[in-house]
């Protein structure tokens, strides 16, 4: 069983920060491509950042030069330090890893539970 567990959102003001941790648990082969993503009430969930196993990254526009992405492959884990957060930043946080469970088994997006970042301003 693969888990995706999250940590890291709260409550923060206008210009502040947050790092966002999401570590992966289990039994597994390997894994690819892990991400962020985010959901805003009322808003289609979207794709924040991503970053492959070769460590290269991208961000949507909107983040650009605020949110870096990061990874340690020795602890299964992804970050998103979020920096000059903004009001329109507020949404649930969603990371996601594409897993092999074994060696010839097809890549499997797993996703976490989500966790609530709020900017107030």
């Known amino acids: 069983q693969v888990q995706l567990v999250e940590s890291g959102g709260g409550l923060v003001q206008a210009g502040g920060s947050l790092r966002l941790s999401c570590a992966a648990s289990g039994s597994f082969f390997s894994i690819n491509l892990m991400a962020w993503y985010r959901q805003a009430p009322g808003k289609q969930r979207e794709l924040v950042c991503y970053?492959?196993?070769?460590?290269?990254?991208d961000c949507t526009d909107s983040v650009k030069g605020r949110f870096t992405i990061s990874r340690d492959n020795a602890k299964n884990t992804v970050y998103l330090q979020t920096n000059s957060l903004k009001p329109e930043d507020t949404a649930v946080y969603y990371c996601?890893?594409?897993?092999?469970?074994?060696?010839?088994?097809?890549?499997?997006?797993?996703w976490g539970q989500g966790t609530q970042v709020t900017v107030s301003s």
């Open positions: 996601t890893a594409d897993i092999k469970r074994y060696d010839m088994s097809p890549l499997i997006r797993y």
């Open positions: 970053v492959s196993s070769s460590i290269s990254t």
